[in-house]
């Protein structure tokens, strides 16, 4: 799997925890949109796009089958935020 394309857009809100929301291409032909990034005491972690169900829960709507995955996108992610907050 090739994570070829990062792309994070900065939240201006600053009163929660979410700063960025992103989106990644994978192998060059899918597309994940709304990927959260969260930063809560020091700690910066993404959530995969989900939806609230009718009872208050949170579904992911698209996720990783396995934590190799899982961590493969995050990695990428969290490395494009970093260099992004460097920029800025």
């Known amino acids: 799997m090739e994570i070829?394309?990062?792309r994070?857009?900065?939240?201006?809100?600053?009163?929660?925890?979410?700063?960025?929301v992103a989106s990644?291409?994978?192998d060059g032909c899918f597309v994940v949109h709304d990927i959260k990034i969260f930063e809560r005491e020091g700690e910066t972690f993404i959530a995969m796009p989900?939806?609230?169900?009718?009872?208050?829960?949170?579904?992911?709507i698209a996720h990783?089958?396995?934590?190799e995955?899982?961590?493969r996108i995050r990695d990428a992610i969290l490395?494009?935020?970093s260099a992004?907050?460097?920029?800025?």
């Open 4 to 6: 070829g394309d990062v």
């Open 8 to 20: 994070i857009r900065l939240v201006q809100n600053t009163e929660g925890i979410l700063r960025a």
């Open 24 to 26: 990644i291409t994978i």
């Open 50 to 60: 989900s939806r609230k169900t009718p009872d208050g829960e949170y579904k992911d």
């Open 64 to 67: 990783p089958i396995n934590s």
């Open 69 to 71: 995955t899982r961590e």
């Open 79 to 81: 490395t494009q935020y």
């Open 84 to 88: 992004m907050k460097t920029e800025n």
